[in-house]
């Protein structure tokens, strides 16, 4: 039985011992065309004297979440990353065996358990909140080693990432969040970052539901250096997310409605002074219809330091029909003020024994002429602010949309 054994071995003991006689420390049972040399160290730098290039691709599969409350976005993607590992040795006779030509590059798929005697760039994103790996049966990750020393990692996951969101301008905002990666502690001189892909494909199946348009654009130069002071300037390789928010929901349920209730509010002008439970009806109902609004507007409208966009605008809808009200009730004021002098008038007047036949002859027609003067101001009181309000929220409308859009 032991003479067995070791005629099956001597096979494998003569195929090792070809390799150590040509520089190959393979990593058995893993890979038989890339090998670790002797000597390697998997907590060095790949290269010492140079710049080590890391290459950063996401391709964002979807955009699963954004939270406007922790102001947080979350999505599915391909997180690769690659780098040259210069020390590597590559074994051209069995690539010839295999059929791989050797004056191109080719991809070598790698058992995954590979990477743990590998070097690996030490990555860190901003701004980070969760990094999920996708599990299935095993982990959801590739490693690839081309035959000119570049190896790529690929991971699937589920990234979640900070953005410092501003709804001063809700719900007209734009948002811009800034995905950065780099390294932890190797400033630039050591490790450099470039972006290779940085792609979001459309699909149309969760954007309407995100309530957001999603663009991806390229780091702005000043986004792509980090600089830590006395430990240098870090490299960062990334993209930024613009997210413009779809307003057209908003000016159905919110802008329009509103706006019409405060031109419905201009008809109570034309409604004569002496109707009274007719017009006050109608300005207290529009007024408690827009208070609703806003409370559901407040509601459901992210936190900003000062009003966003829609509050201000419901606040001034608010405030045009509370003006028409206050129109009216000074027009009340002014009439019932008018009516209990002219009484208080007319009573000492009758009150003195001397003038009484002759004031009673006169004071109707005089009466009736001031009331008929009386109604005549009031109207032109009417007319001016029937006039005046349409230009005031027209003047209003110019100025809140090109102040929340340009």
């Not at 691709?57 to 690769?80: P, Q």
């Not at 080719?106 to 990477?115: H, V």
């Not at 028409?324 to 002098?341: P, T």
Request: hydrophobic share 45%.
């Amino acid at each position: 039985m032991k003479i067995w054994l070791v005629v099956l071995c001597l096979p494998l003991t003569g195929r090792y011992s070809t390799m150590s006689k040509r520089g190959f420390k393979c990593s058995a049972g893993i890979s038989k065309e890339i090998c670790l040399p002797d000597g390697y160290s998997k907590f060095e730098l790949p290269f010492v004297d140079t710049t080590n290039m890391i290459g950063i691709a996401i391709d964002i599969d979807e955009v699963l979440r954004i939270n406007d409350k922790d102001y947080s976005i979350t999505f599915s993607t391909y997180f690769n990353v690659e780098w040259i590992e210069r020390r590597l040795t590559v074994n051209h006779d069995r690539l010839h065996e295999i059929g791989a030509d050797n004056s191109s590059v080719t991809d070598i798929p790698m058992n995954l358990e590979f990477i743990r005697d590998l070097w690996l760039p030490n990555i860190l994103i901003y701004n980070l909140k969760i990094f999920k790996v996708i599990d299935v049966l095993s982990k959801m990750a590739g490693l690839w080693i081309a035959t000119n020393k570049k190896i790529l990692y690929s991971q699937q996951t589920h990234i979640t990432f900070i953005c410092p969101m501003r709804f001063d301008k809700f719900p007209l905002d734009t948002q811009r969040c800034k995905f950065q990666v780099g390294s932890y502690s190797y400033a630039d001189t050591k490790m450099k970052f470039e972006t290779l892909s940085a792609q979001y494909q459309k699909n149309g199946r969760n954007t309407i539901a995100l309530d957001y348009d999603i663009t991806i654009e390229p780091l702005a130069d000043q986004d792509m250096i980090l600089d830590y002071g006395s430990l240098g300037n870090f490299s960062l390789a990334g993209f930024e997310m613009v997210l413009t928010r779809y307003v057209s929901t908003y000016i159905i349920t919110y802008y329009l409605p509103s706006g019409l209730f405060v031109i419905v509010s201009w008809i109570s002008f034309l409604i004569p002074m002496d109707v009274i439970p007719g017009r006050m009806a109608l300005l207290v109902t529009l007024f408690l219809v827009l208070v609703n609004i806003f409370n559901t507007v407040t509601t459901n409208t992210p936190k900003a330091e000062g009003l966003t966009a829609i509050e201000a605008w419901m606040l001034a809808c608010i405030l045009f029909v509370f003006g028409a009200l206050i129109e009216y009730a000074a027009i009340l004021f002014k009439k019932q003020r008018y009516v209990s002098g002219q009484h208080r008038v007319n009573l000492k007047i009758v009150c003195k024994e001397n003038f009484k036949y002759e004031v009673e002859e006169k004071s109707p027609a005089h009466q009736a002429v001031t009331m008929q003067q009386l109604a005549e101001e009031y109207w032109r009181i009417d007319k001016f602010f029937l006039k005046s309000f349409p230009i005031l929220f027209f003047i209003f409308n110019i100025i809140y949309w090109m102040a929340f859009i340009l």
